[in-house]
Structure formats: structure tokens, C-alpha cells
């Protein structure tokens, strides 16, 4: 099982900030059935997490005694934080895919889409990648107004779940409005976006065992299973997304903070 979505690196975002939180995040990780994980720090102005920083950080990680002691697999990646400059980064190194794939992670602003995401999609897509949305469920501008995220996934982009959202963690509603996403064939990926072993956890098998999820169990493995295609750079088995307010299921959601 992997876990395409983390903060365990050691000091450099605001995930582990020292090696106690980063080895007890990973031990966290094991007991929740995870056997890899892709490490995406954040990549942003404030955090300017490099490609090839990252892969120094993760050496860093596996170096220690606690972790050399499992199995645990860690790769590459980052979550970056959309920007007009982005592509920019691309060309210079400093961005590259998830574990050297063609899927690149991307965040939005908590409250908005900015207006060039289309044009920045389309790019991207023109130069053989494929973006992936990081946890749409805790967009404020999405939750206002879904279509926005229908609009992205059918010009090809994907999307990822927090593992939290499904399960409640964040309340009902945005668990709600996280299953309601994944009716409508709008997400294609969950993972944990793990920061810390208690306000922002590795759940994955967990999920498994709530009884309000017991008849989602076929799609969160599908979901989940789609990691592997990332690893090994392979191509993720789309499903037609429903145009929402159209399928008698979607409704709009009131914000609920992350």
C-alpha cells in the first residue's frame, strides 16, 4: 500500500520537525498497513523545497538506525503550490514528477482556484504531465461551487482525498462532501497528507474498519491502489465524471476549515 501524500522529512516544511516526529510518523505509516511512501514537501515561496534537496532529505531520513530497521519504501516527490511561475520551475530542475513520473501534486490557495489554473493545466498537459489536485475537499472555492473541480478533472487533470476527510476527522459534513466526490467520479487517489502522529495523521486501514464506509470498501481500495501507477509511472484508470447537480446526488457544501 502506498501512500502518495506526506510530511515526514525532517525540518522542512511544517510536517516532522525533528527525526522523534518523523520516525513516529513512519512507525504510524507501518501500523496503517503502509509499505511506501512518496515524500511531497511543500514547494512553495515560503518553503522552497528543491527536487534534489528533497532526495538529499529523504537520505537523510533513511540513514536512521529506527528506519533502517524496517521495510518502509520512501520516493520522491513535492506538493507544489500552484504559480504562474511554476512551469519556470519545471524548466530549471527545481520541480520535477512524483517519483521522476509524468504526476505532478498540486495545491491551491485554501480559498480560491487562482484564474490561470486552466492555463497552467493545459501547459502542463502539453508537456506530458499530468496534475494531480491535492485535497479539493478543503478548497474553499470548490466546496462554493463543484462544477469547478468537474470542470478540471474532465480537461484531464486528477484529484486526491485526504485520507482524513472520508473518515470524519474533519467532520461530517466534509466527510460528506468527500464522498459525494467520489460518487461522481471526481477524485482518483487518497492518501493521507500525514503531518503529525495526532492532529494530522496517517489513516489508511482505518478506513477500512469505520462501519459508515463499509459499502465505499471496493472504491477507497481502487483509490488508494492507484498509487502504484505513480511509482511505476503508469496510467491511472479513468471513470467518465458526473457533471454535479446533474447526477440527483450533488449538492453544494458550506466550507468547513482544514
Known amino acids: 500500500m ?24 513512519i512507525q504510524q505509516a507501518i501500523d496503517e498497513g503502509i509499505t511506501g511512501i512518496i515524500a511531497t514537501p511543500h514547494f512553495t515561496s515560503h518553503y522552497p523545497n ?58 491551491f490557495p485554501p480559498n480560491e482556484i487562482p ?24 478548497n474553499q472555492a470548490i466546496m462554493q461551487d463543484m462544477n469547478l473541480l468537474y470542470e478540471l478533472v474532465s480537461s484531464g487533470a486528477l484529484s486526491q482525498l485526504t485520507s482524513s476527510s472520508i473518515e470524519g476527522y474533519f467532520g461530517r459534513g466534509l466527510q460528506k462532501a468527500s464522498i459525494e466526490m467520489m460518487e461522481c467520479n471526481l477524485v482518483h487517489f487518497i492518501a493521507s497528507d500525514a503531518h503529525h502522529i495526532e492532529y494530522r495523521p496517517f489513516i489508511m486501514q482505518s478506513l477500512f474498519e469505520e462501519k459508515r464506509l463499509i459499502k465505499l470498501q471496493p472504491q477507497l481500495s481502487e483509490l488508494i491502489q492507484n498509487a502504484e501507477a505513480i511509482i ?9 465524471p458526473l457533471l454535479p447537480g446533474k447526477n440527483g446526488s450533488f449538492r453544494k457544501f458550506r466550507f468547513f476549515n482544514n
Open 2 to 25: 502506498i501512500d502518495m501524500h506526506s510530511h515526514i522529512l525532517i525540518n522542512v516544511d511544517d510536517g516532522a520537525q525533528n527525526s522523534k516526529e518523523a520516525v513516529q510518523l
Open 232 to 240: 511505476h509511472n503508469q496510467t491511472i484508470k479513468r471513470k467518465t
Open 115 to 138: 484564474n490561470y489554473t486552466q492555463s497552467i493545466f493545459s501547459e502542463l498537459q502539453e508537456m506530458g504531465y499530468v496534475p494531480i489536485i491535492a485535497h479539493p475537499e478543503r
Open 50 to 107: 528543491s527536487f534534489e534537496k528533497i532526495k538529499l532529505k529523504i537520505k537523510e531520513l533513511c540513514n536512521l538506525k529506527e528506519i533502517q530497521h524496517t521495510k518502509i519504501k520512501i520516493f520522491p516527490g513535492q506538493e507544489v503550490r500552484i504559480s504562474e511561475d511554476l512551469i519556470e520551475h519545471i524548466h530549471n530542475g527545481n520541480i520535477k514528477g512524483l517519483n521522476h513520473s509524468r504526476y505532478l501534486l498540486i495545491e
